[in-house]
């Protein structure tokens, strides 16, 4: 009986990294329900509970901060930092990736990288409209006019974004085995060699990943 050779695996995504991503991701779907919850009438008059709602999503965005700061303050800071450098760096070959011409990537794509950064500026945002908004109500004073404006089209387009993303990790047959590595931390080489040859190449050199 022939057996199976056995798939090398190739460590994608340290404890930590995979840690921010999940307390991120946790925090925001709560966030995005209870804002939906709040901000669409039809929504609204169904569950009611308007103050419970109000709560629920005021001291997840409190938890949310407090589990990133942890995680930041004890988790491997070196690891985050290098990821950190890795995707705001972009050259010739993510450049070709984003005209839709075959190139070779890294640990992240192009696209990814666009993710990553655009998930952290509407995480500042979030914060800081949705701090005005609080604080706004306890002190006139500090009332945006408009941050209430930016706060719902910042959730409006989030939402659209997190249904391209989880396509992305769960449905598209190409791109979800990347979920084992945000789960697992690892993905398997053949995969990778079809979609991060460059990052494979690294890792072979013995270059960082």
């Known amino acids: ?37 709040l901000y669409l009438p039809t929504l609204a008059q169904l569950i009611g509970r308007r103050p419970l709602l109000k709560d629920i999503h005021v001291y997840t965005a409190l938890a949310w901060v407090g589990a990133l700061a942890l995680v930041l303050l004890s988790g491997d800071r070196r690891r985050l930092l290098a990821t950190a450098r890795e995707i705001d760096r972009f050259d010739a070959d ?28 509407f995480a500042v945002l979030f914060a800081v409209t949705g701090f005005f908004l609080w604080y706004g109500e306890r002190n006139h004073a500090f009332r945006l006019q408009n941050a209430l404006i930016v706060h719902d089209w910042l959730m409006y387009v989030s939402f659209f974004l997190l249904l391209g993303h989880l396509y992305l990790s ?20 053949d ?7 460059k990052w494979v190449e690294q890792l072979r050199q013995g270059g960082e990943a």
């Not at 769960?170 to 080489?189: D, Q």
Request: net charge positive; hydrophobic share 45%.
């Open 191 to 197: 995969w990778a060699r079809r979609h991060h040859s």
């Open 94 to 121: 993510d450049l070709a990736w984003l005209q839709r011409r075959r190139a070779p990537q890294g640990r992240f794509n192009a696209g990814q990288k666009i993710n990553a950064i655009v998930t952290a500026a």
């Open 1 to 37: 009986m022939a057996t199976t050779p056995s798939v090398r695996r190739l460590a994608r995504f340290s404890r930590t990294e995979r840690a921010l991503h999940w307390i991120h991701a946790s925090a925001f779907l709560v966030l995005l329900v209870s804002g939906l919850c």
């Open 170 to 189: 769960l449905i598209h047959p190409s791109t979800r085995h990347s979920l084992s590595a945000i789960t697992r931390g690892w993905v398997r080489e």
